[in-house]
């Protein structure tokens, strides 16, 4: 039996230093268990990522499999069965969407680099050397890495790192709790207005940047079709992503789907951009496609842009360690696979749904509870100070960092943002349980949740 581990106990470099880390010994379903025997309700997954919940031993086996056959190849060197049957399976699955060609990388924030240099490419090839700015969207979140951290939308993360940053253009994510053309604040006329409004003037501001930067040094425009944590899972309003679509094709801008967080499932169909007839130029997943085994996420792009870079520089150039390595093929394929044997995402909506609507009713009414919303088996809370004005609390109070530990000591384990409300202010939290979740799991999850609001004082 361990304690929680504190700062300067042991030698990881934690990342809080006046935090205490419960050891986590095992996982079974929506559960974990820490080394004192403690059981937590793991909503979140951390960031989202175990779709499949905990301890997988038929996955694990999968994967070992292919470890003791062979673990690792360079990309650059060799292929590997795996990897070409999961490229074939990914690019069934998205062949709705066109896209057909997969590479394969170890983490979301360097897929998402991945995408924005080969969209950058693609206009060299194209022969428009002038085109390589990149359009993000505030708030938003694309990763860690520098340029990944350049085109998310949130100053916050930015602070110490500016000087060494890179620009990009940006344009407001559609967000319909602080959307400024809804006015109503009751739950259910706020979507509609939303819905009603939010797309025209979404839009009106990516043309009004489009016209004022230039299409002909424009590269890409990189937006999350369900936006993760940065404004807790609020779906685009209607018509907002077909028309960015044919906006960008007007104006020959590429369009990056970021599905590292709303992928693999997430929402309820494998793509997130199913739900919205939107067909993405380029999709990066992550997460979800690992259900977090080991670290994969991926790329999708054309063959017929694959074919003009074959013609002109000859392939993409660009290449990492462990690009195609088969063990994280292995790993995704198993996942995947594994979806589709158990029809998981066609059990998981009634549970979604269920979910979803619980989680209205029981705590739309709560203190501090602003807005629910979400898709699928993802949902974001936002809390405010004001319940009538909106108004967020102030982020030196740190209501969600607070909460979040409050929750965690009670035994549910959910993913805080904040800043989100204005680039400074803002606490929200998202919840991205196992797409496996019972029914009667979906219910306790939806009592944690409430009892641990009902307790909290800041
Ligand atoms: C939408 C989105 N894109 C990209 C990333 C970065 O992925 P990673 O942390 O694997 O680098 C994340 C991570 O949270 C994400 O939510």
């Keep these: 039996m361990s304690h929680p581990i504190h700062y300067p106990e042991g030698n990881v470099l934690l990342r809080n230093l006046n935090k205490s880390y419960p050891v986590i010994s095992h996982g079974s379903g929506v559960h974990l268990f820490d080394e004192t025997g403690k059981r937590y309700f793991d909503a979140s997954g951390g960031a989202l990522v175990t779709t499949l919940g905990h301890g997988h031993p038929e996955l694990a086996d999968r994967v070992a499999a292919q470890m003791k056959k062979v673990a690792y190849v360079n990309g650059m060197q060799f292929t590997s069965r795996p990897m070409e049957a999961l490229a074939a399976n990914l690019a069934k699955k998205a062949s709705s969407l066109g896209l057909d060609r997969v590479s394969l990388l170890a983490s979301g924030s360097e897929a998402i680099e991945a995408a924005i240099k080969f969209a950058r490419q693609l206009w060299v090839d194209r022969g428009f050397p002038s085109k390589h700015k990149l359009i993000t ?8 890495t520098l340029y990944a951290l350049s ?3 949130r100053p916050h993360y930015k602070k110490v790192y500016g000087p060494l940053l890179s620009q990009v253009l940006t344009v407001s ?9 809804v006015q109503s604040n009751d739950i ?5 207005e939303y819905h009603e409004k939010g797309a025209e003037f979404y839009l009106k501001e990516l043309e009004t940047l489009i016209e ?4 002909d040094t424009i590269s890409a425009f990189l937006l999350e079709p369900v936006s993760g944590s940065s404004t807790g899972a609020w779906v685009p309003p209607k018509g907002y992503l077909h028309r960015v679509q044919e906006l960008c094709r007007k104006h020959e801008i590429l369009v990056i789907a970021d599905e590292v967080m709303c992928g693999a499932g997430r929402t ?3 793509f997130a951009s199913e739900h919205f007839d939107f067909k993405p130029d380029l999709l990066v997943m992550g997460k979800g496609l690992n259900a977090g085994l080991m670290p994969v996420a991926a790329v999708l792009v054309k063959k017929t842009d694959v074919d003009t870079m074959k013609r002109s520089s000859g392939g993409f150039l660009h290449a ?3 690009m195609q390595t088969p063990s994280m093929a292995a790993t995704a394929l198993s996942v995947i696979e594994y979806m589709d044997e158990h029809q998981v995402l066609q059990k998981a909506e009634v549970v979604s749904d269920h979910w979803l609507s619980e989680l209205k009713s029981h705590l739309h009414a709560l203190p501090f509870v602003g807005s629910i919303t979400g898709i699928g088996h993802m949902a974001g809370i936002e809390f405010v100070e004001n319940k009538a004005s909106k108004a967020p609390f102030p982020i030196a109070k740190k209501f969600a960092q607070k909460f979040v530990q409050h929750a965690q000591d009670q035994g549910l384990v959910i993913w805080p943002n904040y800043g989100q409300a204005d680039g400074v202010n803002g606490d929200l939290v998202i919840l991205g349980p196992s797409l496996e979740m019972s029914m009667q799991e979906a219910d306790e999850c939806v009592d944690l949740l409430k009892r641990a609001i009902l307790s909290f004082s800041l």
Aim: proline share 9%.
């Design 137 to 144: 969207r505030t708030p938003g979140y694309h990763g860690n």
């Design 151 to 153: 085109a998310s939308g």
């Design 173 to 181: 994510a559609p967000y319909g709790y602080r959307c400024p053309v």
């Design 188 to 192: 259910e006329e706020m979507h509609a």
């Design 212 to 215: 004022h930067e230039g299409a």
């Design 268 to 270: 309820g169909k494998f």
């Design 320 to 322: 990492q360690t462990y």
